[in-house]
């Protein structure tokens, strides 16, 4: 049975910092894992990405702000966010990509005051 099991939203203050964390179960030849975010009202863009052999890619936005980093091991993908703004509030969607499938998790919010 395929898992993708986020943690690590919640509420901070702008400035602050929060680590997103995204285990995957059930799901063999991982490809690239990743971040997307949705805020209310808009739709769900792409953050970060980290590819088997841990290249990254990160949108304009997140850039210097955010790390994603992976442990294959435990096939878990991680998104540390420092230096948040109320504008990165949003729910947080883990993203796992095999070469046949795309997978999503459930979200977790992610809410930065001013």
């Known amino acids: 049975q395929v898992q993708l099991v986020e943690s690590g939203g919640g509420l901070v203050q702008a400035g602050g910092s929060l680590r997103l964390s995204c285990v995957a179960s059930g799901i063999s030849s991982i490809n690239t894992m990743g971040w997307y975010r949705q805020a209310p009202g808009k739709q769900r863009e792409w953050v970060a990405d980290?590819?088997?052999?841990?290249?990254?890619s990160y949108a304009d936005s997140v850039k210097g702000r955010f790390t994603i980093a992976r442990v294959n091991a435990k096939n878990t993908v991680y998104l540390q966010m420092n230096s948040l703004k109320p504008e990165d509030t949003a729910v947080y969607y883990c993203?796992?990509?095999?070469?046949?499938?795309?997978?999503w998790g459930q979200g977790t919010q992610v809410t930065v005051s001013s």
């Open positions: 993203n796992v990509r095999t070469i046949w499938t795309n997978y």
């Open positions: 980290i590819g088997p052999s841990d290249r990254t």
